[in-house]
């Protein structure tokens, strides 16, 4: 699934991140949202932004970043 359909308050494993501008997840993994990291959905807007935490830091992504990138749930291999 992608982290468009995640829950609020629940905590997921980020699979992959594809389908995005090389910039796009070049900044991405600058704030340490890399494959293996665990990341919390904080919350979700109507409009589709998503705000996440990963690695201890808050940041908001929106629809389109969002679909690229891939995630799982906790404890699932």
């Known amino acids: 699934m992608n982290l468009n359909d995640s829950c ?3 905590t997921y494993r ?7 501008e090389l910039p796009v ?6 704030l340490g949202l890399t494959e293996g990291t665990s ?3 904080l919350n979700k807007k109507t ?3 998503v705000i ?5 830091t ?6 389109h970043i969002a679909a690229g990138i891939r995630i799982e749930e906790a404890g699932v291999q």
């Open 8 to 10: 609020m308050d629940k």
């Open 25 to 30: 997840e070049r900044r991405l993994e600058a």
């Open 58 to 63: 808050r940041f908001a992504v929106g629809y």
């Open 52 to 56: 996440v935490k990963v690695r201890g």
């Open 47 to 49: 409009k589709g932004a």
């Open 39 to 41: 990341i919390t959905v």
């Open 14 to 20: 980020v699979v992959e991140v594809t389908g995005l």
